[in-house]
């Protein structure tokens, strides 16, 4: 009898250890960035990241942008989550070209998981033309 017990209890041991494994997922979203062109003279203050992912579903504090810590965040019209990060921050990121596509990928926890999704932006240093 106590061999039977310790079978079950090594059973749900196991099973109890394997269920978070089956659970957790990793979720590939679709994101857009705005501005998609970044200009390293703009004066603009925010990079804001729209995205397919219910609000709901992001634990918003675990967000980041290649590393970048997220500034702040809400949902949109339709209920999706938006993130916005510092633009001063996102302009000296590491690696960025001027003159070509950059990859930005934002990454974050869910619930249940985690997600990421990552779009292209094109990088520029122009000087604004000044209006007459």
């Known amino acids: 009898m106590k061999n039977k017990k310790l079978n ?7 099973i109890g250890m394997l269920l978070p494994l089956c659970i957790f997922s990793q979720e590939v979203i679709e994101i857009q960035v705005s501005p998609n062109v970044l200009n390293l003279q703009n004066n603009g203050v925010v ?3 729209h995205t397919d992912i219910p609000y709901s579903a992001v634990i918003g504090s675990s967000v980041s942008l290649n590393g ?3 500034e702040s965040w809400k949902s949109d019209n339709q209920g999706y989550f938006v993130a916005k990060f510092n633009m001063d921050e996102v302009k000296q990121l590491e690696g960025l070209e001027v003159g070509g596509y950059n ?3 934002l990454s974050g926890e869910t619930g249940n998981g985690t997600f990421t999704g990552s779009d292209e932006i094109l990088v520029i240093n122009n000087i604004p033309n000044k209006k007459k």
């Open 47 to 49: 990079v804001t990241i």
């Open 103 to 105: 990859t930005l990928t």
């Open 8 to 14: 079950v209890f090594i059973i749900l041991l196991m």
């Open 68 to 70: 970048l810590e997220i």
